[in-house]
């Protein structure tokens, strides 16, 4: 069984968010999307600084079975990425919402996490 | 209903990951592909190949019939046991599968894959028709191989002490049957290593019994990297049956010699030859953090196209590897563009082996 945190909203597309205290959003992909693509090896995120549309392409994973491009859950700014990505991208399979986010967002309009789903109707789902 | 092998229970008490492979249920990975492709460059894994067809090849004419059906020649297997690795072609020179021969004490014994069985088959009998032969499937028979630099060791370990005489017996490329057993010392990851054929009932305790002597399950994943890093083909992906064997890297299993021997696909392959105008198989390495992955294009500037027949990431060298057709012209040493997601990256072209006994072969 996938573990899907409680406190999390998802995309279909399996990306998690997280509403952080200081109201930005950090984004991850899920245990569920980890499993489906085996074994990681290189993420790329995107650049810090760009403005991002909800639904768009903005990272790509890839496995050794596969790419499978990331979309952002929400608009609005990129203000860090994980660079710990570049050398351990394992840790998108071993810890998918821990230590591997992606990027942090600093959302242009927070009530659009309110229309990603929720931990039962994403594990619905899937 | 999908087909499974005598081992399908030992995947799942595994964590076996479980697809469809040709119509079987089998193991893509144990959890991770990237460690069991490191265990057997590093020290011994196992795969359930038991889905492979084995077909032995028996009568006073198994001889010509195999000389007739295989671009590489069975004469040139001298001694009990010698294997050598073929094309079966169809007329227009296409391979309509790649296949291993062992010569055996009453004749031969084939192993083809699995997800052409069906028309290996077919193609085998039809052929079969002019010649006093007899076709044998063994589908009673599992098979195991134990492969990487302990696999020799560790496979001794857990035999009988005929098989374990004759393991330390065997030359590369040979097979030889014991006590109703079949072990060749053969393999599809570039390291040392058996094939063990053996009844399909005394599979799941053999299996354990290596299991316990430290040899790791290893699935489909990590075979697929292991070969592609040893620059192994994969039926299917780097050539079939529109492909000739002389533009899949395949030029060294066509025996053209003695020059009266016909075999099936001769005609159109010296043809070819005459022609020139195959295009060739070639590696190519990518430095760039990014993965190459079948159906690429690849551009050869001021040459031609191309096409990645295959691609991964190369977990012993950390980096992206592939097979590729080229134009002929195509030059070793010379450097080329993938298109990758709308960019074009560069790639250096090689001789298509990256890897060999745990060691890099490409600079």
Redesign the interface.
């Known amino acids: 069984m996938s573990n899907i945190p409680a406190d999390l909203r998802y995309a279909s597309s399996h990306e998690w968010s997280r509403l952080e205290s200081d109201g930005t959003v950090t984004v991850g992909i899920t245990d569920h999307a980890q499993d489906l693509l085996g074994d990681v090896v290189f993420v790329e995120c995107p650049d810090v600084g760009r403005q991002i549309t909800a639904g768009e392409e903005c990272a790509v994973v890839e496995s050794v079975k596969a790419a499978s491009d990331i979309y952002a859950p929400i608009s609005g700014e990129v203000i860090a990425v994980n660079e710990a990505l570049t050398d351990s991208p394992e840790l998108v399979n071993s810890e998918p919402y821990g230590e591997a986010w992606f990027f942090k967002i600093k959302p242009s309009d927070a009530s659009e996490l309110d229309k990603l789903l929720d931990a039962d109707a994403y594990g619905a789902a899937i | 209903m999908a087909l499974r092998t005598p081992l399908y229970e030992q995947h799942l008490a595994a964590g076996g990951k479980i697809v469809d492979f040709g119509g079987w249920d089998m193991p893509?990975?144990y959890g991770?592909?990237?460690e069991e492709h490191h265990q057997v460059r590093r020290d011994v894994g196992m795969f359930d190949v038991s889905h492979m067809t084995v077909v032995d090849v028996t009568g006073t004419e198994a001889q010509n019939y195999l000389q007739y059906l295989l671009a590489n020649d069975v004469a040139r297997l001298k001694s009990s046991g010698k294997a050598l690795y073929s094309g079966m072609l169809n007329e227009q020179g296409g391979v309509i599968d790649d296949l291993i021969v062992y010569l055996t004490v009453d004749g031969y014994r084939v192993v083809v894959n699995a997800a052409t069985r069906e028309k290996d088959l077919d193609w085998m009998n039809r052929q079969a028709e002019s010649f006093a032969v007899t076709l044998t499937e063994r589908s009673e028979l599992a098979m195991i191989a134990v492969q990487g630099p302990r696999a020799i060791e560790v496979a001794r370990s857990v035999v009988t002490d005929a098989c374990a005489a004759l393991i330390s017996d065997l030359k590369p490329f040979q097979g030889l049957p014991e006590g109703g057993w079949f072990i060749g010392r053969t393999g599809y990851t570039g390291e040392d290593g058996l094939e063990i054929m053996l009844p399909g009932a005394a599979a799941p305790a053999f299996w354990d019994a290596l299991l316990a002597a430290g040899c790791k399950p290893c699935g489909l994943?990590a075979r697929d990297?292991l070969r592609l890093e040893a620059g192994m083909n994969l039926y299917g992906s780097d050539m079939d049956e529109s492909i000739s064997p002389l533009a899949a890297n395949m030029a060294w299993t066509i025996a053209w010699e003695p020059a009266e021997r016909d075999f099936i696909g001769r005609a159109a392959l010296t043809a070819q030859k005459e022609a020139g105008d195959q295009p060739k198989q070639v590696g190519l390495v990518l430095s760039e953090?990014?993965?190459l992955?079948g159906h690429q294009k690849v551009i050869v500037e001021g040459v031609g196209e191309g096409e990645i027949t295959s691609g991964?990431?190369s977990?012993t060298l950390g980096y992206s590897v592939a097979l590729a057709r080229v134009p002929r012209d195509t030059v070793i040493g010379s450097s080329a563009k993938v298109e990758i997601?709308g960019k074009q990256l560069d790639v250096r072209v090689v001789k298509p082996c990256f890897v060999r006994n745990g060691q890099a072969v490409v600079e």
């Open positions: 893509l990975n991770s592909q990237l994943g990297t953090r990014a993965v992955r991964t990431f977990p997601r």
